[in-house]
Nanobody, 110 residues
Framework: VQLQASGGGLVQAGESLRLSCVVSGGLFPLYTVAWYRQAPEKQREFVAQITGGGNTNYVDSVKGRFTINRDNAKNTVYLQMNSLKPEDTAVYYC?????WGQGTLVTVSS
């Protein structure tokens, strides 16, 4: 299984970004795919996940602002991030089981 994350960038507070995670190998529709993030000098933390059945889960700090969804035809999971805050600044990683993508940097300026 290989994961390729993309979509990060530099935005101002209040703006939006959409991250993508393309998963190759295996049976994508069955996978639970999760997003994590790691801010400078902080531990990596869970952000959101979506199961093969479409059930979702979010960390409290992003509820109501972030939405995770998937397109099984494209083997892709998206993380729509709205109303971004400076504290959302981090490298965002996608994960399937023990496999991780390379990370994409999100920087939110105040």
């Amino acid at each position: 299984v290989q994961l390729q994350a993309s979509g990060g960038g530099l935005v101002q507070a209040g703006e939006s970004l959409r991250l993508s995670c393309v998963v190759s190998g295996g049976l994508f529709p069955l996978y639970t795919v999760a997003w994590y993030r790691q801010a400078p000098e902080k531990q990596r933390e869970f952000v959101a996940q979506i199961t093969g059945g479409g059930n979702t889960n979010y960390v409290d700090s992003v509820k109501g602002r972030f939405t995770i969804n998937r397109d099984n035809a494209k083997n892709t999971v998206y993380l729509q991030m709205n109303s971004l805050k400076p504290e959302d600044t981090a490298v965002y990683y996608c994960r399937v089981a023990n496999f991780w993508g390379q990370g994409t940097l999100v920087t939110v300026s105040s």
